[in-house]
């Protein structure tokens, strides 16, 4: 792989992006139309739209975040592609603006409820990467809006399903921001209390998931497993970080909160669609995972 290809690819986190395509996969199931539509040709060719509108929003954002974090990056995190001068700003500004375009561009085609979202998600997503995070409770909101926007992107292959059932979204925002949190201060440490708020909000979510679930007529059965291994690992991370409350660790906990967003995906298909489509998409995990080996994630 050329180099500049690979320093391109970095800025939009690959092992990342691949998390947002579970969301769209996770709506798409949440939607119902996995099990009341045969699969057509149109049903195709929207998925494959709205994946690759969420790989362009996720990618326009994640380099707009580093754009802006330029000046910050060059003390604190000098091993990152901008402050190292591997990409320039200028080009990195260029993909940027042509990832979002392409994010919300592709989501119209899907519908004009598909394209709202979009708009809305790139917008939510500047407005964080310029503003919001500097700030401690409005940040880790407008980052989970931006997740739970893409989850309901997933869903808006059917506008019905939007409409009725748009509440599920409080969780990946609830979920998003307890690693937004958990994220504070990674470069440096001495973050417990974000930590411990984090652990909170996660046992909330799980909470939420079953209430919820139970509205919309989840088999939990089915989802169980995927749950209480999504729960695991996070706790599991999450109090590592506590414990020894190193930059190392704590990087690790938000690294697993990102890609453990996989398994909570598949919690919402298998409890939604079935085991059938759940297992493909926890399948995604490994290859987030490999991703994550060659690509940065934070």
């Known amino acids: 792989m050329p180099p500049k290809l690979f ?18 996969i996770a709506g798409v199931a949440l939607s119902g139309i996995l099990i009341f539509n045969n699969l057509s040709t149109d049903f195709i060719l929207d998925l494959v739209l709205l994946i690759l509108s969420t790989i362009g929003l996720y990618g326009g954002g994640i380099v707009f975040n580093d754009i802006f974090d330029l000046e910050s990056d060059t003390l604190n995190r000098p091993e990152r592609i901008l402050p190292r001068g591997l990409v320039s700003k200028k080009e990195a500004l260029l993909l940027g ?23 809305i998600i790139s917008l ?13 409770v409005v940040g880790p909101i407008n980052m989970g809006l931006c997740r739970g926007g893409n989850l309901l992107l997933g869903m808006s292959i059917s506008n019905d399903a ?36 984090a652990l909170v909000l996660d046992a909330i979510v799980v909470a939420l998931f079953f ?45 697993t909160g990102v890609l ?21 998409v926890l399948a995604l995990l490994p290859l987030s995972i490999l991703l994550s080996k060659k690509f940065a994630v934070t």
């Open 7 to 24: 320093y391109l690819l970095t800025l939009l986190r690959p092992a990342n992006v691949v998390t947002a395509v579970s969301d769209i």
């Open 97 to 119: 603006c042509m990832m979002l375009l392409m994010g919300v561009g592709t989501a119209f085609v899907v519908s004009l409820l598909s394209g709202i979202l979009a708009l």
């Open 124 to 136: 939510l997503a500047l407005s964080y990467d310029k503003i919001s995070k500097h700030y401690p």
């Open 162 to 197: 939007v409409s009725n059932y748009w509440y599920i979204g409080i969780i990946p925002i609830i979920f998003i921001a307890a690693i937004t949190l958990t994220a504070k201060k990674e470069a440096f440490g001495n973050n417990k209390s974000a930590i411990l708020v």
């Open 211 to 255: 209430y919820i679930g139970d509205l919309i007529g989840f088999r939990f059965w089915v989802l169980l497993p995927f749950m209480l291994f999504w729960y695991g690992i996070n706790f599991f991370a999450k109090y590592k970080a506590f414990i020894y409350n190193q930059p190392l660790y704590i990087q690790k906990a938000v690294k």
């Open 260 to 280: 453990s967003l996989i398994p909570l995906n598949a919690s919402y298909v298998a409890g939604s669609a079935g085991l059938f489509y759940a297992l493909p």
